[in-house]
């Protein structure tokens, strides 16, 4: 057990919705990442939160946003969704908030399915 | 552009066997960070290491090895002795710092250890 918690675990929803996934982070973590694992496009990193504020982009479709709140858990919120964010979103957390340079520890993710 | 290839889809090898899984990149950057990930059948995704383009020196960590050659740009993850446990996905990653941090993930490579 990393001690990063994610819910929900699975969510089914349709094309054109939009859902909220939440993540905490481990007690005493300030950074948050967020990670999307889809067959078609494979491991990709999303964003980095640090003690609330934004502090790496990667991926991350405008269709997508992210927020780390004041007791440093975060939401990724998926808007106008279509089948292809379908995936499995990732949530780590680290301790500093240079982006990944010391050891991330993974959530169990949330499996997104967009029918 | 940033690339990371594992030619290596599947492995499958008998327990006590030696197993290097390969990790070639690209980049013109001159500083940027290599790491591997572990994803077991359970799913979530485990760090394993994270290695700097200026440190070539071998790592070694209990059971397993890293071998960085800048002359072939490869960053080989050697496990001696495999066990049934390190069945799983190993991913390899390349992060660069120019222009903001891009972390480029490789497909996979997905071992399978047999008694």
């Known amino acids: 057990d990393s001690g990063v918690t994610q819910t929900p675990k699975h969510l089914i929803t349709a094309t054109g919705q939009r859902v909220t996934l939440r993540c905490s982070p481990r007690?005493?973590?300030?950074?948050v990442y967020w990670y999307q694992q889809s067959l078609d496009q494979g491991l990709q990193f999303l964003i980095q939160?640090?003690?609330?504020?934004?502090?790496a982009k990667g991926n991350i479709l405008e269709r997508f946003s992210a927020q780390q709140f004041p007791d440093l858990h975060s939401e990724l919120n998926l808007s106008s969704l279509e089948l292809g964010d379908s995936a499995l979103y990732f949530c780590?957390?680290?301790?500093?908030?240079?982006?990944?340079?010391?050891?991330?520890?993974f959530g169990p993710g949330t499996r997104l399915t967009v029918l | 552009a940033q690339k990371v290839t594992q030619a290596q889809t599947e492995i499958s090898v008998v327990e006590k066997e030696d197993v290097t899984l390969d990790c070639v990149y690209e980049?013109?950057?001159?500083?940027?960070?290599l790491f591997w990930y572990k994803q077991p059948p359970s799913g979530e995704l485990v760090f394993l290491i994270r290695r700097n383009s200026f440190d070539e020196q071998n790592e070694i960590s209990g059971r397993y090895s890293w071998n960085f050659q800048k002359s072939t740009s490869s960053f080989n993850f050697t496990i001696t002795a495999s066990q049934v446990v390190d069945s799983a996905v190993y991913f390899c990653?390349?992060?660069?710092?120019?222009?903001?941090?891009?972390?480029?993930f490789g497909t996979g490579t997905q071992l399978k250890v047999e008694l």
């Open positions: 939160y640090y003690n609330g504020e934004e502090r």
């Open positions: 980049t013109r950057d001159t500083t940027y960070y």
């Open positions: 007690s005493g973590d300030l950074s």
């Open positions: 780590a957390s680290s301790g500093t908030g240079t982006t990944f340079t010391d050891t991330q520890y």
């Open positions: 990653a390349l992060e660069v710092t120019g222009g903001g941090n891009k972390l480029t």
